[in-house]
């Protein structure tokens, strides 16, 4: 919770997951400063470094109004030295000399191109800038050199990073939704990730799937992907299996590894998005464009969209719910508040009590949350 003091100085809680988050940013000059350090820090594999200024914009995307002063940000958590400094020179100078340097460097730039693209992270990215490649053509000269998913994501490298508006989103949750109840009769489908939060954009459509009765959502996934597949929805995907073991077989503590990936099984997918809006308003005797696939042309009638299939057992449900909701820094420091100040662990699965022993179960937490 912020409360605004009255000598212009705010009192903001140190774990996201004890603030407010409001959608407006009053202070985007300073956060879009602190996140391109963010991102060199990560590109150079200084994840210490990178969650430090994630954590500094996220504290100032958090303020009421826009800073004028570097004085009012002495009552902030997550600020360090650095930090300040950049911040100090951006509220005089408008820019900081630092930030600047990076975002104009050959190696940021070619990192940030090659990140961009679906299915490389920043190893892969980096062995490609030690190689001496700079552009896409670069990459696009060696295509047997590129997996599968990069391809995809190198032939829809635009699309892919133009923002997906939540109309786009929702027209694609409700495709989705259809071919999951045809598969299976009372599934359903829900728009997680920053659409949840209320962004108006994003960069893809995360759907979370499940089912009122535990188990029958096994092999739902399959299904559901042959069946957008046939209708030439998909562009691309790639089912990655379901290795959690259930808690249920066994009383050992759930692994506390650092990844934030879960265990459920997902599709990672490229839709063919045929319907754009403007369509909608061409009237009845519109010839419908719907979902055609070309890879050319000068007219184009559909976008390529990013989209996470998520199946969960029911029982699960809530906390993928959690989990995939975002953001990252608020799913961190909501584990790291459990860990640190409740002796609680939380994933994506499961809520456990590291003390007592105890695995916290959810068995209304749908009707529950529903009702809200
Ligand atoms: P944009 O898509 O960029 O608009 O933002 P977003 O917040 O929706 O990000 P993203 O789609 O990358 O992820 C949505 C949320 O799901 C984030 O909070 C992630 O931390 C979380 N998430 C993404 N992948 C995984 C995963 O494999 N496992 C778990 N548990 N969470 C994930
Ligand atoms: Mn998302
Ligand atoms: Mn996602």
């Known amino acids: ?3 605004e003091k009255p000598q212009d100085t705010w009192l903001v809680a140190a774990y996201a997951c004890q603030r407010r988050s409001p959608l407006p940013n ?6 879009d400063a602190l996140e391109t350090l963010a991102e060199e820090a990560h590109f150079c594999g200084h994840e210490g470094r990178s969650l430090a200024f994630s954590r500094a914009s996220s504290v100032l995307k958090a303020l009421p109004r826009t800073v004028r002063r570097v004085q009012e940000l002495d009552s902030l958590p997550c600020l360090g030295e650095h930090s300040k400094r950049v911040i100090q020179e951006v509220l005089e100078d408008g820019t900081s000399a630092e930030v600047e340097t990076i975002r104009q460097s050959e190696k940021y730039q070619a990192m940030k191109l090659f990140t961009k693209i679906f299915g490389v992270g920043v190893k892969t990215a980096h062995q490609w800038y030690q190689e001496g490649r700079r552009t896409l053509d670069d990459l696009r000269g060696h295509p047997a050199q590129l997996s599968k998913e990069q391809q995809a994501g190198l032939i829809h490298y635009e699309d892919l990073n133009t923002p997906v508006k939540r109309a786009d989103a929702e027209a694609i949750g409700q495709v989705v939704r259809e071919a999951v109840n045809k598969c299976l009769p009372g599934a359903s489908v829900t728009l997680t990730g920053g659409f949840r939060r209320g962004k108006p954009s994003g960069h893809d459509v995360d759907l979370l799937i ?3 009765v535990e188990g029958q959502e ?3 996934l399959k299904k559901v992907i042959a069946c957008l597949d046939q209708q030439g929805f998909l562009l691309y995907h790639s089912i990655h299996r379901n290795t959690f073991e259930s808690l249920e077989d066994s ?3 759930p692994s506390s590894h650092a990844s934030s990936m879960d265990q459920y099984e997902r599709c990672f997918s490229i839709f063919c998005l045929g319907d754009l809006p403007g369509d909608a308003q061409e009237g009845a005797g519109a010839e419908k464009p719907s979902r055609v696939r070309r890879t050319s042309g000068a007219s184009r009638f559909w976008k390529a969209v990013r989209v996470d299939l998520v199946v969960t057992p029911y029982s699960q449900f809530p906390f993928a719910l959690l989990g995939w909701t975002g953001s990252r820094i608020f ?4 584990r790291r508040f459990a860990k640190r100040e409740k002796k609680m ?4 699965h499961t809520l456990y009590h590291l003390e007592q022993s105890r695995v916290y ?3 209304q937490g749908i009707e529950r949350m529903r009702r809200k």
Not at 331 to 334: H, T
Not at 345 to 348: D, E, M
């Open 251 to 253: 009383d050992q503590e």
């Open 26 to 31: 009053n202070n985007q000059l300073l956060t």
């Open 218 to 220: 096994a092999g739902l």
């Open 210 to 212: 499940t089912h009122p």
């Open 331 to 334: 799913e961190r420091d909501l």
């Open 1 to 3: 919770v912020s409360v």
């Open 361 to 363: 179960r959810f068995p």
């Open 345 to 348: 662990l939380l994933n994506s």
